[in-house]
């Protein structure tokens, strides 16, 4: 069942971010980054063909298990969420799932680094009054610290990627976050915690973009304050 998009669920979330105690993560061997989670309104059924070209994004990336096929396909219908495939030749993290979002600049808060991102990968702008609040930060094994930045859109909005860093922007629905499959955690010999995977479409979205969606599952869609930087990466994320 998909989730309304309107400002009842606009007033749920941004009070959740308030009242949460938010952890943040002080690494100095760390760089920092944002990343932006924009709340949208979508169609359901409008998204039954993938707009990317999968077999070139894909290039002999291998499936994580056999009935999977990388395509982002049935995914879309009421509140909903960006997320972007990334260009495979990017010099890091190429051909992977992610929200908008990267490094901050000299001087910039989070909150400015993730709308800035936000317009240059996805040629979405907004300000800073549509921010409904922060998760916790989660820190990865590249050697970052990311801050996620939850964003009100507002309506569809008209997603216009960068190509030479975003393949495609696709309309996600909350209500995928919500399946009964979702969750999954997976055991690898690299770690003793366990690696999050999140279904969506033909895929599986893993940590760090993974980790960031099962909190904003957790907490704003079902009040739940459960801490996810605890929860791995898989080894091919961790370079």
């Known amino acids: 069942m998909t989730l309304t998009y309107d400002g009842a669920l606009r007033d749920v979330i941004r009070d959740r971010l308030a009242g949460h105690d938010r952890r943040s993560v002080d690494d100095p061997t760390k760089r920092h980054a944002a990343v932006a989670v924009v709340l949208v309104d979508s169609v359901l059924g409008e998204d039954r063909v993938?707009?990317?070209?999968?077999?070139?994004?894909?290039a002999g990336r291998p499936m994580p298990e056999a009935g999977l096929d990388g395509r982002m396909v049935d995914v879309s219908g009421g509140a909903a969420f960006f997320l972007c495939r990334r260009a495979s030749r990017l010099s890091s993290h190429a051909a992977q799932w992610a929200l908008p979002g990267g490094r901050l600049d000299p001087g910039e808060t989070v909150v400015e680094a993730a709308l800035r991102e936000l317009h240059e990968e996805v040629g979405v702008e907004l300000a800073e009054s549509a921010v409904l609040g922060?998760?916790?930060?989660?820190?990865?094994?590249?050697?970052?610290?990311?801050?996620?930045?939850?964003?009100?859109?507002?309506?569809?909005?008209?997603?216009q990627p960068a190509?030479?860093?975003?393949?495609?922007?696709?309309?996600?629905?909350?209500?995928?976050?919500?399946?009964?499959?979702?969750?999954?955690?997976?055991?690898?010999?690299?770690?003793?915690?366990?690696?999050?995977?999140?279904?969506?479409?033909?895929?599986?979205?893993?940590?760090?973009?993974?980790?960031?969606?099962?909190?904003?599952?957790?907490?704003?869609?079902?009040?739940?304050?459960?801490?996810?930087?605890?929860?791995e990466q898989p080894v091919f994320a961790w370079r």
Do not use: K, M
């Not at 998760?135 to 309506?155: A, C, E, F, H, Q």
């Open 134 to 159: 922060l998760l916790d930060d989660y820190p990865t094994r590249s050697g970052y610290v990311i801050t996620p930045v939850v964003i009100w859109g507002g309506g569809r909005l008209d997603p």
């Open 50 to 58: 993938d707009p990317a070209p999968v077999d070139d994004w894909i």
């Open 163 to 231: 190509p030479d860093e975003v393949v495609a922007v696709y309309r996600v629905g909350l209500h995928q976050l919500l399946r009964e499959d979702s969750p999954r955690f997976v055991s690898i010999p690299e770690s003793p915690r366990p690696v999050v995977q999140i279904p969506l479409g033909n895929d599986l979205i893993h940590a760090p973009t993974g980790a960031v969606l099962l909190q904003l599952r957790w907490l704003c869609l079902e009040g739940r304050s459960d801490r996810v930087d605890q929860l």
